[in-house]
């Protein structure tokens, strides 16, 4: 069975600091997709990154990055110089890439991230 | 990305009526379209997943018959909770897959759900 394992329920961070959120996941897929999604108290589900398993690089937007281990089916997130607006609960999110109808979203359970001031 | 709107964003019934919930894309076509049950500081549970003119295809213990999905358009999808009770009460999220792009799901801003 897919399954996605956040075992951070809470993280903080100091305002301009660098902080990891970890995310495993189990498959045996080989072609596949890793997403990290974050919700902020407005509950709005907001895409962060995208990494598509066929591709050895990291993916990268702007202070967000991931380390992509999938020998080890890893999936970390990295936020660098952390803001107030980081504030959320993130989650960590697996789909299998080939068509059918076992195309959906497997969720982890999430990551609260505190921003401290 | 994509834009999703929901609508209403919050709703109040009392118990034994129906709420109808719309979810809109608005600048694609969506031919997927989901619907997420999320209870307070929970992750997502998905509750069904439609395509554009044909029945939804609810997961394992969701009551087809209470949560009806209706989506009879590229960029509309309704769900209707029947008869609502206490229980329902919960934040419902809409999600879509555009034609175009296959990879990402993109969310509706969510409608919470307080029945009486």
């Known amino acids: 069975a897919q399954t996605v394992t956040q075992s951070q329920p809470e993280m903080s961070v100091q305002e301009a600091e660098t902080v990891t959120l970890s995310c495993t996941y189990d498959t045996s897929e080989s072609d596949y997709y890793l997403f990290w999604y974050k919700q902020p108290p407005s509950r709005q589900m907001i895409l962060v990154i995208r990494?598509?398993?066929?591709k050895q690089q990291n993916a990268t937007e702007n202070r967000f990055s991931v380390n992509f281990q999938k020998a080890a089916k890893s999936f970390s997130l990295k936020i660098s110089d952390s803001q107030l607006g980081d504030a959320a609960m993130y989650f960590c999110a697996y789909r299998i890439r080939k068509a059918g109808n076992n195309r959906k979203l497997i969720w982890g359970l999430g990551t609260s991230l505190a921003v401290n001031p | 990305g994509a834009v999703v709107s929901q609508h209403p964003s919050w709703v109040i019934c009392k118990s034994g009526t129906s709420v109808k919930i719309e979810c809109r894309s608005l600048?694609?076509?969506?031919?997927?379209m989901f619907w997420y049950r999320q209870f307070p500081k929970q992750s997502l549970m998905l509750m069904a997943t439609?395509?554009?003119?044909?029945?939804?295809?609810?997961e394992q213990g969701v009551e087809k018959d209470k949560f009806l999905i209706n989506h009879a358009s590229l960029t509309l999808s309704t769900l209707t909770v029947t008869s609502a009770h206490p229980e329902d009460s919960s934040f419902y999220i809409c999600?879509?897959?555009?034609?175009?792009?296959?990879?990402?799901?993109?969310f509706g801003p969510g409608t919470r759900l307080l029945v009486l």
């Open positions: 990494q598509e398993a066929y």
């Open positions: 439609s395509n554009e003119g044909s029945k939804a295809t609810y």
């Open positions: 999600s879509t897959r555009s034609y175009r792009e296959q990879e990402t799901q993109y």
């Open positions: 600048d694609f076509q969506a031919t997927t």
